[in-house]
């Protein structure tokens, strides 16, 4: 089966700067990637999306990489903002199969 | 348009009771999955509905149960509840669950069993 994981369970960066969060997987069938930004009492909100036949995708102030030789990706958020704070969650898939979430991680932005 | 609804968002109930969850997709959107997340975790996944056939069942006992109705929305029921089952239950729907589009969740309803 699929495990996805993320290095840091917690990241606290300062405003206006970069933040980068992490997130392995384990199932090198995984063919699409999604990052989910969960603020508190909500449901898991898209953020990006990304396929296995891709290295890099952009969105507005998000890009997320993913390192399919050694099962990595990664959510890089460019000049954070108190707005950015949540718990950032990977999922991965399988083709056919559903999404296994990673246990996630809590950005906290810093005045 | 609205978005995923769920209902109720907040629950109660005792040991031993039973529960029902019910959850309506976006519109056009023909698969539901439920997902549990405890507090402090990710999202586990318990069952993916398309066309109101089960498409995959996650890793949990058989008093949890759904389905799915010929309008797409779906219910969740779970019996025989237990302390571990408090959490906050959630809906994704997807056009089509089986060819990677993205999940839209619910807000979710947090069940707490007493």
């Known amino acids: 089966g699929e495990s996805v994981g993320l290095h840091l369970p917690t990241l606290s960066v300062q405003e206006g700067d970069n933040s980068i969060i992490n997130c392995a997987y384990s199932?090198?069938?995984?063919?699409?990637f999604i990052w989910y930004k969960q603020e508190s009492g909500k449901g898991p909100q898209f953020i990006i999306d990304?396929?296995?036949?891709?290295d890099k995708r952009q969105g507005q102030r998000v890009t997320v990489l993913l390192n399919k030789t050694v099962k990595h990706l990664s959510l890089q958020i460019a000049a954070t903002q108190p707005g950015d704070s949540a718990v950032y969650f990977c999922?991965?898939?399988?083709?056919?199969?559903?999404?296994?979430f990673g246990p996630g991680t809590r950005l906290s932005v810093l005045p | 348009d609205a978005g995923v609804t769920q209902s109720p968002t907040h629950l109660i109930k005792t040991r031993g009771q039973q529960v029902t969850l019910r959850c309506s997709p976006i519109?056009?959107?023909?698969?539901v999955s439920w997902y549990q997340q405890v507090l402090g975790q990710g999202p586990q996944f318990i069952f993916q509905?398309?066309?109101?056939?089960?498409?995959g069942r996650g890793n949990f006992p058989d008093r949890f149960s759904a389905r799915q109705f010929p309008n797409y929305s779906s219910e969740l029921n779970v019996n025989a509840l237990l302390l571990g089952d408090s959490a906050l239950y959630l809906c994704?729907?997807?056009?089509?669950?089986?060819?990677?589009?993205?999940?839209?969740f619910g807000s979710g309803t947090r069940l707490t069993v007493v």
């Open positions: 994704a729907s997807s056009l089509d669950g089986s060819r990677g589009y993205r999940y839209t």
């Open positions: 519109s056009g959107h023909k698969s």
């Open positions: 990304i396929r296995s036949n891709m």
């Open positions: 509905y398309y066309e109101k056939e089960e498409r």
């Open positions: 199932n090198s069938a995984s063919d699409y």
């Open positions: 999922a991965a898939r399988n083709y056919g199969q559903n999404f296994v």
